[in-house]
């Protein structure tokens, strides 16, 4: 999809004359987040003026009382008269801060507006969502996460991403008033962005003005900036992602990453690029895994890093796996895996085969528990810890994890599937009827 914006502007009184906006209208439709205020206007004129068919979405916040309800009666107001559809939700801030136990009130709403844009979304099949940031959002972006700490990615700005598109990116809040007040565009003020409570308004009121004191084209500055830091970022993330094949294989879900590589120095210069986006943001956790025992792992929000023996696993976590599975009356559909389970009068000579009336049914299917043991085919009748059989099989922590084990009415283990028998449920001479697996 092309998307273009440009700015036209008289050379003479180095006023805006007009911006103009060409987003696609091959039967694509968009999804304005507006708040009312003067950026989200400007957005809303523009696509106006464009033809685009897009619709509204307005969160109110219900944080500034009477205020906010105002917000929300003006955007209404606005897209009835151009015959715009119009979404609209109260979401509750201070309940959400309660039940997530998180502070930031900016967070919060940020959280809360975008994932109901993105239902929105889903549910009305827009193609994008358009939000009205500008360059000086971009900029003070830049100022919040360099006071964080960030790396290279953080130091990009704001930027467009996946479905969410920023048309007005390219233009300062300056130029945005100009074209607001040339066109006579009404929009509404909020009154907390008076405040420096919040460093995004500190940064704003306060740093922004002084740069443009030493720099008065500051702004264009910092597009030329952010202009070299994502082309360096570019050529960054294509060094990363060369490395990643030498570093790494991936199979069957998992990522294997070889440890004598990371183990070098010139690798480990790499590890936050290599791991930050599983959710691993500081490389010395990854480097003390390397260094740390046998087994040891630690945990992003959706990945587990494993280390074992010469490689470390990258393994993402499922949410909320089921564990074990009931077999009423041989029936197996339902299992995670294929196992067919049928009974002979005969003696089928089969690898996986079972004495019938040596089992007490129902049968279940689980993984390892702590104190599992068995007697193991070959064994002599000797018994033997699933644990220490892993063990002596070196299969990988995930390996032991995903392992099944059907086991019987009683818990006891009958088969570890893909691997070996309990011998107690061997079939022998004296056996009249067969019970059979197939894996």
């Not at 700490?149 to 945005?176: D, M, T, V």
């Not at 740390?292 to 949410?319: C, F, M, T």
Request: proline share 3%.
């Amino acid at each position: 999809m092309q998307f273009f914006i440009h700015i036209v502007i008289n050379l003479y009184s180095n006023q805006i004359v007009m911006i103009y906006l060409n987003l696609s209208k091959n039967n694509q439709t968009y999804l304005l987040a507006m708040s009312g205020g003067v950026d989200s206007c400007v957005l809303f004129d523009l696509l106006i003026k464009n033809q685009i068919n897009f619709a509204v979405a307005h969160a109110n916040f219900k944080l500034r009382g009477e205020e906010s309800d105002m917000d929300e009666r003006f955007v209404k107001k606005l897209c009835d008269s151009h015959q715009i559809k119009m979404h609209t939700k109260i979401l509750n801030v201070n309940e959400y801060k309660v039940r997530n136990k998180v502070s930031s009130t900016q967070i919060i709403a940020r959280d809360l507006r975008y994932n109901w844009f993105e239902e929105l979304k889903n549910e009305y099949n827009y193609d994008y969502i358009l939000t009205a940031h500008h360059l000086n959002d971009s900029i003070e972006t830049f100022f919040i996460n360099m006071l964080r700490g960030a790396g290279l990615n953080g130091l990009l700005g704001i930027k467009n991403q996946k479905y969410i598109l920023r048309p007005l990116l390219l233009y300062s809040k300056e130029e945005i008033y100009d074209y607001a007040r040339k066109y006579d565009i009404e929009w509404r003020e909020d009154s907390s962005n008076l405040s420096d409570a919040y460093l995004r308004n500190k940064l704003r009121h306060r740093i922004i003005p002084a740069l443009k004191e030493i720099n008065p084209k500051m702004e264009q500055s910092f597009y030329k900036t952010f202009s070299n830091l994502r082309n360096d970022h570019e050529l960054l993330e294509d060094y990363i992602s060369d490395l990643r094949t030498k570093v790494s294989y991936s199979k069957n879900g998992i990522i294997y990453f070889y440890m004598n590589q990371l183990e070098k120095p010139m690798y480990q210069k790499a590890f936050y690029h290599l791991f930050s986006s599983y959710g691993f943001n500081h490389p010395e956790e990854v480097k003390k895994l390397i260094s740390g025992n046998n087994s040891a792992e630690i945990k992003s929000e959706s990945y587990r890093l494993i280390k074992d023996r010469e490689h470390l696993l990258l393994v993402p976590i499922n949410q909320q796996p089921q564990t074990c599975y009931k077999i009423n009356a041989l029936n197996t559909e339902g299992l995670p895996i294929y196992i067919r389970l049928y009974v002979s009068q005969m003696n089928p000579k089969t690898k996986v085969v079972f004495d019938f009336n040596k089992i007490k049914f129902p049968l279940s299917l689980r993984h390892q528990k702590i104190g599992d043991i068995f007697y193991p085919k070959g064994m002599q009748g000797k018994s033997k810890k699933v644990s220490k059989y892993f063990k002596d099989l070196k299969l990988s922590k995930i390996e032991k994890e995903n392992a099944w084990l059907l086991c019987d009415t009683d818990d006891e283990v009958l088969w570890i599937v893909g691997y070996r028998q309990d011998s107690r449920f061997l079939p022998t001479n004296k056996t009249t009827k067969w019970l059979i697996a197939e894996n």
